[in-house]
């Protein structure tokens, strides 16, 4: 059985969601609230890498929300298929993949000639060795995009 990602798995288990923002949503406390509620003490959120956080306006701990809605403090980070997932989401295609590409024409260039000049022995100055591992930083630049 696969896992849901933390956010959608936590707002599942809890009453009167609503959202506040895109990375923020209220609901009503599954420890200290009654059934028929209508407050939404819990504040909700998601962090930029995917891991949930919340925290109750009235002061219940966090262990005992986590235990009122069945979760371990783990459920809150996202399993690893859903982080590489994130991360191929978040590749370039097409005409970005094309940019990165001609980007790297340059920086590739400035390498070769100076594979090659070292290869023939000569010696390369300190404008040079700059250069070099400028071009050489912004391939691998590329490489991490």
Same mark, same amino acid.
């Given at each position: @059985?696969?896992?849901? &990602?933390?956010?959608?798995?936590?707002?599942?288990?809890?009453? /009167?969601?609503?959202?506040?923002? *895109?990375?923020?949503?209220?609901?009503? !406390?599954?420890?200290?609230? #009654?059934? =028929?509620?209508?407050?939404?003490?819990?504040?909700? +959120? &998601? /962090?930029? =890498?995917?891991?949930?956080? +919340?925290?109750?306006? $009235?002061?219940?701990? !966090?262990?005992?929300?986590? +235990? $009122?809605?069945?979760?371990?403090?783990?459920?809150?980070?996202?399993?690893?298929?859903? @982080? &590489?997932?994130?991360?191929?989401?978040?590749? *370039?295609?097409?005409?970005?993949? #094309?940019?990165?590409?001609?980007? $790297? #024409?340059?920086?590739?260039?400035?390498?070769?000639?100076?594979? #090659? @000049?070292?290869?023939?022995? &000569?010696?390369?100055?300190?404008?040079?060795?700059?250069?070099?591992?400028? $071009?050489?930083?912004?391939?691998?630049? @590329?490489?991490?995009?």
């Amino acid at each position: @059985m696969s896992r849901l &990602e933390p956010l959608v798995e936590l707002l599942d288990r809890l009453e /009167n969601v609503k959202k506040a923002s *895109p990375t923020r949503y209220r609901a009503k !406390c599954p420890v200290h609230q #009654r059934k =028929n509620s209508k407050n939404r003490t819990l504040a909700i +959120f &998601e /962090n930029e =890498n995917g891991s949930v956080g +919340f925290h109750c306006h $009235a002061g219940c701990q !966090c262990d005992e929300i986590l +235990f $009122a809605v069945d979760l371990q403090p783990s459920d809150l980070f996202p399993h690893d298929e859903w @982080m &590489e997932k994130q991360r191929k989401e978040g590749k *370039p295609t097409g005409p970005q993949l #094309r940019s990165v590409i001609e980007r $790297a #024409r340059g920086a590739t260039t400035l390498v070769e000639v100076g594979a #090659r @000049m070292l290869s023939r022995g &000569e010696t390369l100055d300190a404008d040079d060795l700059i250069l070099l591992a400028g $071009a050489s930083a912004d391939l691998r630049g @590329m490489l991490d995009v």
